[in-house]
């Protein structure tokens, strides 16, 4: 049974930092390319930031500079290391666990999701 459990939201002023973590287990975690997504209210679901199996990183434009992702392959867990954090970052986030294969999408797993607040 595939599990994804995010952890370390919460609620932090403006200008603030947290760090959110995702343990994975049930997978063979370093050949799944590792996300981290959210979703704001009345919003759809979108891309933060992504690792690939091979350690290349993505970022949204919104969290260029500010958001860092790393993934430590013999712990199996994905972190996010959010820095200069605004309101419009309030949203809950989502860690994804996805299996590409010649660009075909073989598995995809998502976590339950932690809230992320931003405000004064």
């Known amino acids: 049974q595939v599990q994804l459990v995010e952890s370390g939201g919460g609620l932090v002023q403006p200008g603030g930092s947290l760090r959110l973590s995702c343990a994975a287990s049930g997978i063979l975690f370093n050949t799944y390319a590792m996300g981290w997504y959210r979703q704001a209210p009345g919003k759809q679901r979108e891309l933060v930031a992504l690792?690939?199996?091979?350690?290349?990183?993505n970022y949204a434009d919104s969290v260029k500079g500010r958001f860092s992702i790393s993934r430590d392959n013999a712990k199996s867990t994905v972190y996010l290391q959010m820095n200069s954090l605004n309101p419009e970052d309030t949203a809950v986030y989502y860690c994804n666990a996805r299996r590409v294969v010649y660009g075909s999408i073989k598995d995809d797993h998502w976590g339950q999701g932690t809230q992320v607040t931003v405000s004064s």
């Open positions: 690792v690939t199996s091979g350690g290349s990183m």
